[in-house]
């Protein structure tokens, strides 16, 4: 396995994933991959070869490994891992489809100065869907792989001892499974560390989603105020140049009475009224 392009593709997806993304990756890459590498490809090294039945009739020893073992643990997790990983490319993928197109559009030596993708990293459009389709899929990946194993080996555990009466064995025959208890113990690890993946999964797409629906209200808002703004200023009164309040031409001012008193000319005090 070449650990420089995995590198690359790791720092890769790790550049465009959220904080939850980051947590996914790192307990894909060391509590999953490396257990794998390092452990787990050890431990069922041995499996069919320790595998011992009480009987010498060819054949019988191989038709029961394959009964109680249908498919490898670790050939499981070796389809899951490679299945779990496929998304975090395609976001790779899609970034750099991104940023080729947009190499075209500058190289095409265009004048309108207009950025197809100001920041092609950035989840916006379509790669905000794949985004979200990605943990969707990483998700159900998992959940899948939990059920399979839970069908083929009851409660993730390995039993002791196992009979087998399947043809061409001639009758009920004990079957011993190599180191059992240690490679319980390596699935229930496997098995806990991808319920966690699931949580961070599902997580994270629920971030995305109440971050874009806020997103949506507050501009959704923010035009709704802009509307009103604009309805009050078109519903206020026109002002002259000075201040001075338009009418229309039905308007009368309202008058003032003026009180008489005694120096207006041609009234008289009652007192001096002639008789």
């Not at 069919?48 to 038709?63: A, E, I, L, M, S």
């Amino acid at each position: 396995m070449n650990w420089e392009v995995f590198k690359g593709l790791l720092s890769g997806a790790n550049k465009y994933s959220t904080a939850f993304g980051r947590i996914w990756l790192s307990l894909v890459f060391i509590f999953r991959l490396l257990v794998y590498v390092v452990a787990a490809e050890r431990v069922w090294s041995d499996d069919h070869k320790d595998f011992d039945c009480n009987t010498r009739q060819p054949g019988c020893t191989n038709v029961c490994y394959d009964h109680f073992f249908p498919v490898s643990h670790i050939r499981l997790w070796a389809l899951q891992l490679i299945l779990v990983t496929c998304p975090s490319l395609l976001v790779i993928m899609h970034v750099a489809y991104r940023k080729a197109k947009e190499q075209r559009h500058r190289s095409a030596g265009r004048d309108d100065h207009r950025c197809t993708y100001p920041d092609p990293g950035k989840k916006r459009g379509g790669l905000w869907w794949t985004y979200l389709l990605s943990l969707v899929f990483k998700a159900g990946v998992d959940v899948v792989f939990l059920y399979i194993f839970y069908r083929f080996y009851r409660n993730y555990t390995l039993p002791r001892l196992v009979k087998c009466e399947l043809p061409p064995c001639p009758n009920v025959v004990d079957c011993f499974i190599s180191r059992p208890t240690e490679k319980s113990i390596f699935t229930l690890f496997m098995v806990v560390i991808t319920c966690i993946c699931i949580v961070l999964s599902l997580v994270e797409a629920t971030y995305l989603i109440g971050k874009r629906c806020h997103e949506c209200l507050l501009a959704s808002s923010g035009g709704s105020r802009r509307h009103s703004q604009d309805g009050a200023l078109s519903h206020a009164e026109p002002t002259g140049t000075a201040g001075q309040v338009f009418h229309g031409v039905d308007y009368k001012p309202a008058t003032a009475s003026i009180p008489t008193t005694a120096s207006s000319p041609g009234t008289l005090p009652e007192e001096e009224t002639l008789p």
